[in-house]
C-alpha cells in the first residue's frame, strides 16, 4: 500500500533509546519518501515512488518533541535525497535557530553534491561539523550518463573544495565498479577523478590536511530496476578492479575502502533468486 501523504502517516515521538550504543545513535526524522533522480541501478528509488514530503512546520514539531523524550544530541534528515528537498534551507534554518544553544548537531547522509551548498555546509557545521557522503558512482561522466547519475567532475570537485574550505576533515566519496557498460576507461577515470579531488589545488584553502574516504562496492543489478537484467561481473573481475584501485589509491589523503567481492556476489544471488534458494538459505 501506498502512503499518500507523509502529512497523515505515524511517526514515532517517543522512539525507544537502546540501552547499547547503535551504528546510528541519533534521531532520525523522515523528510520525504521516493525521489525524482531515476539513477538506474536504484531500487529504492522505483520502490518508494512518488515523492512525497513532510511539511517543514510536522518536521520541527516532531523534532522539538522527540528531542525532549530521547535527549539526543544529534538529527539525521532522511530521505534518498535529502538536498531535493523543497523547502530545506527554510527547514535548516529553523532547526538551528532551535537546536544550536541545546548543542544538538543536524547531519544530512543523503546529498547530491550539486544540492550541497555552501550555505547548508555552513548551516550544518554552526554546532559541530558532522559528515559529508557524496556518491558520484562512477568515475567517467559517459558512464554517469548511462546510469543516469547527474553529476559532472565540476559539480563533484566543487562541493568538495567548498566542505574542505569550511574546515571538513573527512569526506566519504561512494563508487561502484561492474556497471553495464563500462570499460577500462571509466576506472581510469574513477582514479583520475579520487586524484584531483586529492591534490592541492582542491586542497589549497582548506585547514589541516583531510582525509577522503573513498568507498568501492561491486555493481548488484535489483529487480525492478532498468537493469534488472544486466549481468553481474564475475568474483574474479570483481577482485582484479578493486585489487587495481586498492594499489593506485593508496595515497597520503586518501583512505579506500572496499565491499568484499564474495559478500557483493551472495547479495546479487539473493537480491535475484526466488524461492527455490530458501533451503540453501
Partial sequence: AVVP???????PFNPVVPFGKPIHDRLRLEIAR??????????????YRPVRERSPDDLL???????????????SLLSLSTGDYTAIGYLMEKLMGRCEDQKVAISLPS?????LTPKLMQLIQRVRKTGFTIAPEAGSQRLRDIVNKNLTDAEIIETVQNAFELGWQVIKLYFMVGLPFEIDADIKALVDLVQKLNSSGVRKKGKGRGTLHVSVATFIPKPHTPFQWAPQIPLEASREKIV????????????????????????GLWARGDRRLSSLL
Fill in 244 to 267: 587495481c584501485l586498492k594499489r593506485v589509491l593508496n595515497r597520503p589523503g586518501i583512505q579506500f575502502k572496499w565491499q568484499n567481492p564474495e559478500v557483493s556476489l551472495l547479495e
Fill in 5 to 11: 501523504s507523509l502529512t497523515e502517516a505515524p511517526f
Fill in 111 to 115: 546529498v547530491r553534491a550539486g544540492t
Fill in 34 to 47: 521516493g525521489c525524482t533522480r531515476g539513477c538506474r541501478f536504484c531500487q529504492a528509488g522505483i520502490l
Fill in 61 to 75: 514539531n516532531m523534532a522539538q518533541n522527540s528531542l525532549a523524550a530521547t535527549g539526543y544530541d544529534n538529527i
